[in-house]
């Protein structure tokens, strides 16, 4: 009830929440553990056992299952049912962020609007520091043999200058992207030079510099000088000496300084000089307006960094603000970027061209004639393990009749035991015809760690059987993907076989790695102007990452063996865009740091230390994830889709490929729809209802920094049920209708069932519409469930089925309704007040029943004691004497016999008397 009021701060609810989330551990411990005599008396098994088929189906037993006929008969229930559900599908909520603006301008550097990174060069993450208004490019490339001229092995490039007097002309130095400024050796290393006159002397035609250096030995090795009073000639006067500023060695007669009335003090200038490349040395170039700054590294130095700087100075002619620039980059092993160039055509296959190529790759194109039979052949060319397994996963043909071309991509969607699920994405040709889509993606279910026989595979009809060899379970994971080619067999010399290879080249060798790993045959020759396309699949196997390609040509009648051969070209490593973009929309690339929702009216950072933020699921699932400082906008939508889609299981029910769907961040607001505007994050649930509803609870301002709101309301799924006898098939409940994935009593008048809130869905991404689009299946989802009386039993009776039966319900939170109580807003914590008056009433029903029970043995308790003691009188009546008439008895007895005894006794003395008489 507390947390129901608002005057509770998201952190006191947040507390709540946790004491509420320790009851519920509380409850369900008790519920687990209580037992007598070895017997579980609160988890519902004291009233029936229960399975089912499905995790998703849990089953509730409230009372047990016991049945009495109208004629007293009383027989164990139970029984395996068959539960088929026909779904009509509700909506699922979706959520946006409030608008998030930048906060920095120009005053920093200049707020990162957009970096675009090309994976290929090697660049893994990016950012900067320091950089003006403008747009970037961070080129990659390796020195492909060593530089012949001067130019190409140490060059100067004047970045930049600060004039404040240009009464007398324009122009500080007489260079631009020259030798101008000369090294006394080559070798030296890279470096960007800062040049601030300090002083003007007309006398001796001087001037008077502070020199700083960033300097980057060819080893990696950094460092920063700085020089005083450092003295150079105007007018283009000689001076011997050197001018060594840490490593390097300059020349002071080629600074071609102007002269001596151009100068000011206060004057700044710029110099960006590159060392000398060799063969094999990477090359990084940032490029931007007029600036241009190179580093040239000793081949692998820049291999495998982790927040690499490069430091560097920027210079604003304008102002004289002097910028200390810095791109900070990650990298795994640096390689050449490339795009597409134009090939060299043939005589016969000609008009060769494409898309989706692997960067720093040659092609060829080889077409031949098979002077006698060519098998059909499959394989696995490219194989992505999650958890780094090689050879987990081989194929092969297993039907070589009118084999067809295919490239087929297949994702682990569903692991179950050995049970391996898989979609698969297809392009095929028929023989006579070029490649095409297959409409869909379908799924096959093959045997973890055995060979699995295929058949054809969709439109392949009755040919194209597969023999697919997975490693076990253990060695696979969700997302796994590999890709399998197959080529038809040449059975005739004029069918013609096309074969693409793709070659590698090494950066230091230039050697090409050959590897064929696509044969297509047709039959017949190509004429033109017919164009034929082939469309196949390739995949980076460090990241999953799936390339979709396709080549189109033309071909002549009288194909004959022929190669043709064409290369990839450079392109930019990454783009960077800077400017002062106070009060614009984030774009992906901006940090946290530079939006304005971010920050306090006190001017603290939010994420100054790093916090968490977790998604409660309106199922009771949750997941956590952690913001840092210098998290992007693009990392908190990886870092939320991946909560919803692993953390809340939401991606179950998709596709890998989707699972970046969930989460989208809007840079550019569309005319209407769930994305109408930009600057915001778009939260999508993918289950309807209640229990796909996502909650945020975390540190308050920054929860308020999200500010989320419902832009799409969640509706139940409606769900018609048949609960059937599963070995008869006789209706048990028909028709039943329901609103959410709670089914009360159909099964059995004391059974609850939870089944899948999706059952009989299917789910997938509208491009269009920007949402999941869900849409019942054509076939009923079903479900099974097994349910086997334990009632326990009490003989209270003299005679058989004189007994009485007593049965407790479940009692955890599930079974409570209490499992997904959260109370971290004000509306869910109201409706938690009315779920928690359910469960007590729940409780005290299942009380009063056991009361009930305990009054009626009670009550033939106090029967048979009555019983008892009247058994007892009669006993006693029939067997016990009475004491008092038996004494009486005893007494009459005793006198008459001693009376008798008396008489006789006197009688005996008058005969004594007598003879004692006569004898004397």
Same mark, same amino acid.
């Given at each position: 009830?507390?947390?129901?009021?608002?005057?509770?701060?998201?952190? *006191?609810?947040? %507390?709540?929440? #946790?004491e509420?989330?320790?009851l519920?551990?509380?409850?369900?411990?008790?519920?687990n553990?209580?037992?007598f005599?070895?017997?579980?008396?609160?988890?519902?098994?004291?009233?029936?056992?229960?399975?089912?088929?499905?995790?998703?189906?849990?089953?509730?037993?409230?009372d047990?299952?016991?049945?009495?006929?109208?004629?007293?008969?009383? #027989?164990?229930?139970?029984?395996?049912?068959?539960? %088929?559900?026909?779904?009509?599908?509700?909506?699922?909520?979706?959520?946006?962020?409030?608008?998030?603006?930048?906060?920095?301008?120009?005053?920093?550097?200049?707020?990162?609007?957009?970096?675009?990174?090309?994976?290929?060069?090697?660049?893994?993450?990016?950012?900067?520091?320091g950089?003006?208004?403008?747009?970037?490019?961070?080129?990659?490339?390796?020195?492909?043999?060593?530089?012949?001229?001067?130019?190409?092995?140490?060059?100067?490039?004047?970045?930049?200058t600060?004039?404040?007097?240009?009464?007398?002309?324009?122009?500080?130095?007489?260079?631009?992207?020259? +030798?101008?400024?000369?090294?006394?050796?080559?070798?030296?290393?890279?470096?960007?030079?800062?040049?601030?006159?300090?002083?003007?002397?007309?006398?001796?035609?001087?001037?008077?510099?502070?020199?700083?250096?960033?300097?980057?030995?060819?080893d990696?090795?950094?460092q920063?000088?700085?020089?005083?009073?450092v003295?150079?000639?105007?007018?283009?006067?000689?001076?011997?000496?050197?001018?060594?500023?840490?490593?390097?060695?300059?020349?002071?007669?080629a600074?071609?300084?102007s002269?001596?009335?151009?100068?000011?003090?206060?004057?700044?200038?710029?110099?960006?000089?590159?060392?000398?490349?060799?063969?094999?040395?990477d090359?990084?170039?940032?490029?931007?307006?007029?600036?241009?700054?190179?580093?040239?590294?000793?081949?692998?130095?820049?291999?495998?960094?982790?927040?690499r700087?490069?430091?560097?100075?920027?210079?604003?002619?304008?102002?004289?603000?002097?910028?200390?620039?810095?791109?900070?980059?990650?990298?795994?092993?640096?390689?050449?970027?490339?795009?597409?160039?134009?090939?060299?055509?043939?005589?016969?296959?000609?008009?060769?061209s494409?898309?989706?190529?692997?960067?720093?790759m040659?092609?060829?194109?080889?077409?031949?004639?098979?002077t006698?039979?060519?098998?059909?052949?499959?394989?696995?060319q490219?194989a992505?393990?999650?958890?780094?397994?090689?050879?987990?996963?081989?194929?092969?043909?297993s039907?070589v009749?009118?084999?067809?071309?295919?490239?087929?991509?297949f994702?682990i969607?569903?692991?179950?035991?050995?049970?391996?699920?898989?979609?698969?994405?297809?392009?095929?040709?028929?023989?006579?015809?070029?490649?095409?889509?297959?409409?869909?993606?379908?799924?096959?279910?093959?045997?973890?760690?055995?060979?699995?026989?295929?058949?054809?595979?969709?439109?392949?009809?009755?040919?194209?059987?597969?023999?697919?060899?997975?490693?076990?379970?253990?060695?696979l994971?969700?997302?796994?993907?590999?890709?399998?080619d197959s080529?038809?067999?040449?059975?005739?010399?004029?069918?013609?076989?096309?074969?693409?290879?793709?070659?590698? #080249?090494?950066?230091?060798?230039?050697?090409?790695?050959?590897?064929?790993?696509?044969?297509?045959?047709?039959?017949?020759?190509?004429?033109?102007?017919?164009?034929?396309?082939?469309?196949?699949?390739?995949?980076?196997?460090?990241?999953?990452?799936?390339?979709?390609?396709?080549?189109?040509?033309?071909?002549?009648?009288?194909?004959?063996?022929?190669?043709?051969?064409?290369?990839?070209?450079?392109?930019?490593?990454?783009?960077?865009?800077?400017?002062?973009?106070?009060?614009?929309?984030? %774009?992906?690339?901006?940090?946290?740091y *530079?939006?304005?929702?971010?920050?306090?009216?006190?001017?603290?950072?939010?994420?100054?230390d790093?916090?968490?933020?977790?998604?409660?699921?309106?199922?009771?699932?949750?997941a956590?994830?952690?913001?840092?400082s210098?998290?992007?906008v693009?990392?908190?939508?990886?870092?939320?889709?991946?909560a919803?889609?692993?953390?809340?299981?939401?991606?179950?029910?998709?596709?890998?490929a989707?699972w970046?769907?969930?989460?989208?961040?809007?840079?550019e607001?569309?005319?209407g729809g769930?994305?109408?505007?930009?600057?915001?994050? =778009?939260?999508?649930?993918?289950?309807?209802?209640?229990?796909?509803?996502?909650?945020?609870?975390?540190?308050?301002?920054?929860?308020?920094?999200?500010?989320?709101?419902?832009?799409? *309301?969640?509706? %139940?799924?409606?769900?018609?049920?048949?609960?059937?006898?599963?070995?008869?098939?006789?209706?048990?409940a028909?028709?039943?209708?329901?609103?959410?994935?709670?089914?009360v009593?159909?099964?059995?008048?004391?059974?609850?069932?939870?089944?899948?809130?999706?059952?009989?869905?299917?789910?997938?991404?509208?491009?269009?519409?920007?949402?999941?689009?869900?849409?019942?299946?054509?076939?009923?989802?079903?479900?099974?469930?097994?349910?086997?009386?334990?009632?326990?039993?009490?003989?209270i009776?003299?005679?058989?089925?004189?007994?009485l039966?007593?049965?407790?319900?479940?009692?955890?939170t599930?079974?409570l309704g209490?499992?997904?109580?959260?109370?971290?807003?004000r509306?869910?914590?109201? #409706?938690?007040?009315?779920?928690?008056?359910?469960?007590?009433m729940? =409780?005290?029903?299942?009380?009063?029943?056991?009361g009930a029970i305990?009054?009626?043995?009670?009550?033939?308790?106090?029967?048979l004691?009555?019983?008892?003691?009247?058994?007892?009188?009669?006993?006693?009546?029939?067997?016990?004497a009475?004491?008092?008439?038996?004494?009486?008895?005893?007494t009459?007895?005793? +006198?008459?016999?001693?009376?008798?005894?008396?008489?006789?006794?006197?009688?005996?003395?008058?005969?004594?008397?007598?003879?004692?008489?006569?004898?004397?």
């Amino acid at each position: 009830m507390q947390a129901a009021n608002d005057t509770l701060t998201m952190n *006191d609810r947040t %507390e709540v929440q #946790r004491e509420i989330d320790q009851l519920k551990d509380e409850i369900d411990r008790i519920a687990n553990t209580t037992e007598f005599n070895t017997k579980k008396l609160l988890d519902g098994t004291a009233s029936a056992l229960s399975s089912s088929d499905k995790l998703q189906t849990r089953v509730i037993v409230r009372d047990g299952l016991r049945v009495t006929d109208s004629f007293g008969q009383k #027989r164990a229930g139970g029984g395996n049912y068959k539960i %088929e559900i026909t779904a009509t599908p509700g909506d699922a909520q979706v959520q946006k962020s409030d608008i998030l603006k930048l906060k920095h301008g120009s005053t920093t550097g200049g707020s990162v609007s957009s970096i675009t990174i090309d994976p290929v060069s090697g660049i893994t993450s990016l950012s900067e520091s320091g950089l003006k208004a403008g747009s970037y490019t961070l080129n990659v490339s390796q020195v492909d043999e060593k530089s012949v001229f001067i130019s190409d092995r140490d060059k100067t490039w004047l970045a930049g200058t600060y004039q404040q007097n240009t009464a007398n002309g324009s122009g500080l130095l007489e260079i631009a992207e020259t +030798i101008a400024i000369k090294l006394t050796s080559f070798g030296g290393p890279n470096a960007s030079l800062a040049f601030e006159v300090t002083g003007v002397s007309t006398a001796t035609d001087e001037i008077t510099v502070k020199i700083i250096s960033q300097e980057y030995q060819t080893d990696g090795t950094w460092q920063r000088v700085s020089l005083e009073g450092v003295t150079l000639k105007t007018n283009g006067s000689d001076q011997d000496a050197d001018l060594v500023i840490g490593n390097l060695a300059l020349n002071r007669n080629a600074f071609h300084l102007s002269d001596r009335d151009h100068f000011s003090i206060g004057d700044k200038f710029l110099l960006n000089i590159t060392s000398e490349t060799y063969d094999g040395d990477d090359a990084l170039q940032l490029r931007g307006g007029n600036y241009n700054m190179e580093w040239t590294f000793d081949d692998g130095v820049m291999d495998n960094q982790t927040d690499r700087d490069l430091n560097f100075f920027q210079l604003d002619s304008s102002t004289g603000e002097l910028r200390e620039a810095k791109i900070t980059f990650s990298s795994t092993t640096l390689s050449e970027s490339v795009t597409t160039q134009n090939f060299v055509a043939g005589p016969n296959l000609t008009g060769v061209s494409g898309d989706g190529w692997i960067a720093s790759m040659n092609y060829t194109l080889e077409a031949k004639l098979p002077t006698g039979p060519v098998d059909a052949s499959a394989s696995v060319q490219y194989a992505y393990s999650q958890k780094g397994e090689t050879g987990w996963v081989s194929a092969a043909i297993s039907n070589v009749d009118e084999f067809h071309n295919a490239s087929m991509l297949f994702e682990i969607v569903g692991i179950d035991g050995n049970q391996v699920k898989l979609a698969v994405s297809m392009w095929y040709g028929e023989f006579d015809s070029e490649m095409c889509w297959h409409n869909g993606i379908q799924t096959v279910t093959l045997n973890a760690g055995a060979t699995t026989a295929t058949g054809a595979i969709g439109d392949l009809g009755d040919h194209g059987g597969y023999d697919i060899t997975l490693g076990s379970a253990d060695k696979l994971t969700v997302g796994d993907k590999f890709i399998v080619d197959s080529s038809r067999a040449a059975f005739f010399i004029n069918d013609i076989q096309l074969t693409l290879s793709s070659r590698f #080249r090494d950066a230091e060798t230039g050697v090409e790695d050959a590897s064929d790993y696509m044969n297509f045959t047709w039959v017949g020759t190509f004429d033109e102007p017919d164009k034929w396309n082939m469309y196949y699949f390739t995949m980076d196997e460090s990241s999953g990452q799936v390339y979709d390609h396709r080549i189109g040509f033309f071909g002549t009648n009288d194909a004959v063996d022929q190669t043709v051969t064409w290369q990839t070209g450079d392109k930019a490593g990454a783009a960077i865009q800077v400017g002062d973009q106070t009060g614009s929309l984030a %774009e992906l690339s901006t940090r946290l740091y *530079d939006i304005d929702k971010f920050w306090d009216s006190s001017g603290n950072f939010l994420l100054q230390d790093p916090k968490t933020v977790t998604l409660i699921q309106g199922d009771g699932r949750r997941a956590s994830i952690t913001l840092y400082s210098t998290d992007t906008v693009e990392d908190v939508r990886d870092k939320l889709n991946h909560a919803i889609a692993a953390g809340l299981g939401q991606g179950a029910y998709v596709t890998g490929a989707e699972w970046d769907r969930f989460v989208s961040y809007v840079t550019e607001g569309d005319a209407g729809g769930l994305e109408a505007v930009g600057g915001t994050f =778009v939260i999508r649930s993918l289950i309807a209802g209640d229990n796909g509803k996502i909650s945020f609870i975390g540190d308050e301002p920054l929860i308020n920094a999200l500010s989320l709101t419902t832009i799409q *309301d969640a509706t %139940e799924n409606r769900f018609q049920v048949d609960v059937l006898d599963a070995h008869t098939g006789a209706y048990v409940a028909k028709d039943v209708n329901i609103a959410g994935n709670l089914l009360v009593g159909a099964v059995h008048k004391n059974v609850d069932v939870v089944f899948d809130p999706n059952a009989g869905i299917r789910a997938s991404y509208d491009a269009a519409a920007k949402n999941w689009d869900l849409q019942a299946d054509t076939q009923a989802y079903t479900t099974y469930v097994h349910l086997s009386d334990n009632t326990q039993v009490f003989q209270i009776g003299a005679n058989e089925k004189q007994d009485l039966s007593a049965a407790i319900g479940r009692m955890d939170t599930l079974a409570l309704g209490v499992n997904n109580i959260i109370v971290t807003d004000r509306t869910s914590a109201g #409706r938690a007040i009315t779920k928690i008056d359910n469960a007590i009433m729940r =409780v005290s029903s299942q009380r009063s029943s056991l009361g009930a029970i305990q009054n009626r043995i009670e009550h033939t308790i106090n029967n048979l004691n009555v019983a008892s003691e009247n058994l007892t009188s009669s006993e006693s009546r029939i067997r016990d004497a009475d004491v008092v008439q038996e004494t009486i008895s005893f007494t009459r007895w005793n +006198i008459l016999s001693q009376a008798g005894t008396a008489m006789l006794a006197q009688a005996n003395q008058q005969t004594r008397a007598v003879l004692q008489l006569m004898g004397a």
